[in-house]
DNA sequence: CTTGACACCGAACATCAGTTCGGTCTATAA
DNA sequence: TTATAGACCGAACTGATGTTCGGTGTCAAG
């Protein structure tokens, strides 16, 4: 996601796009974007929507109306966080967290709780405080909190009763500290996440320990784990 | 307007929206409420998104998709809905936060960092924000927070990068997790502390691994160990 | 018992809105 | 010149989404 230069148009749109949620509360439509900056085709500004996703403005979501979102721009830019914006609320990146849904546990013997997208996160009233510092760049969807039961996860340098924050994703980059489901061994694990030809490694983050080797069709990816907190005594 | 009488499903139809909206960016359609409440036609979802209105919960676009905002609730009756007061945004002027000075590094092959050594805390302009949960009830005072350096905390099981957050003292209570300097050794460690009569077992908090004894005068807790995080990424 | 308000259901319906695709224009490189 | 890529255009297509309407069940007032 690199921020490069925007062309005119594309300024515009973000500024538009920016100005339409304070005011309305949701994002606009592609032809509302098209109107206002004057493109005479929707496709213009679906096009220029993905060059905006591209360089790391916005993100997009397919397939659903005024699925779009703003990305903090910078550290100092948290009033693109959603909710802040319509409220007037302007926090600075120092001083502001986050409430995440704690929605279960995590074991190595049982999958992790699949929220589905809708229906399951707006009856837990266990929220997890989560300064944003911890999140770094990242933007604050889809985010969940799990606590850890047993050792299982002793091998990722986490243990029982530790709270990690995840984003539910079903994909991965290499490198990525991920929650996947093994379906052959039936367990759930954390580990490093290298996709290597038909296998996946998935490596310990405990430098010691060794890696095992899944074929990518077996490995099912929960979520990309952001952080993890440990509370003692 | 008034501001009350909701029934049980408009409840939840409320925090469901304002859920929605923080992890999203975008208010949910018909559907995806009347999925997430368990109703089975749109229209019900229709009728009671009206009754809100009326209420003065929300306010309503017609014939535009998602076309909901939140209307701003008194403090009063943000309260009533747990976990979504400020739509997950919270400022630290609320007590839910802490700032802890972040002193320099913990390394197995160094002593933690004194106050003399760094000057005041409140000097450094590096401030960790803490949410107050992971603090238990402990008083706010003479924490610090240090960055870890090395493999060498992993029997501890602490990584490299992560911050601890410690409380400064020099006495520990039995299962109390401390940062301890070994002048025998001249090493500082994370581990469990037990008096044990003349002897000090100090017992790594990875199970699998075995404690050490170390003489009780050659011990010297620098700081019980409040909390751990760890950022990803 | 009848009535009416209220909450709900199910199924259509109309249109809103994202996507796709063939094509044009322009600047730049080969 | 020709070739290529980026930005743009217009139209059609398809699925997403708000709206409407006839109907059911409940409950309290008359």
Chains 1, 2 share one sequence.
Request: aromatic share 6%; glycine share 6%; no cysteine.
């Amino acid at each position: 996601m690199k921020r490069k230069e925007l062309s005119a148009r594309q300024k515009k749109m973000l500024v538009f796009i920016r100005r339409f949620i304070e005011r309305h509360g949701y994002p606009p439509t592609i032809r509302e974007i098209g109107k206002a900056v004057g493109a005479s085709s929707t496709s213009v500004v679906n096009y220029n929507l993905d060059r905006l996703a591209d360089k790391g403005y916005i993100e997009r979501v397919p397939e659903v109306s005024r699925g779009l979102r703003l990305l903090p721009q910078s550290e100092a830019d948290v009033s693109t966080f959603p909710g802040t914006q319509r409220l007037g609320i302007v926090p600075s990146s120092a001083t502001s967290l986050l409430q995440v849904p704690l929605v279960g546990t995590i074991a190595a013997s049982a999958p992790v709780p699949t929220p589905d997208d809708v229906g399951y996160y707006y009856d837990t009233d266990d929220l997890i405080d989560v300064p944003l510092h911890l999140l770094g760049a990242e933007d604050a969807y889809d985010l969940f909190a799990l606590r850890v039961v047993g050792d299982s996860m002793i091998d990722a340098m986490v243990a029982e009763g530790d709270i990690v924050i995840l984003r539910r994703q079903t994909v991965a980059q290499n490198g990525d500290m991920v929650a996947v489901w093994l379906d052959e061994r039936g367990e759930t694990t954390l580990k490093k996440y290298y996709q290597e030809g038909e296998k996946v490694r998935l490596q310990p983050a405990n430098p010691t320990m060794q890696p095992i080797y899944v074929p990518a069709e077996h490995v099912h990816v929960q979520g990309r784990v952001l952080a993890v907190l440990r509370r003692l005594q």
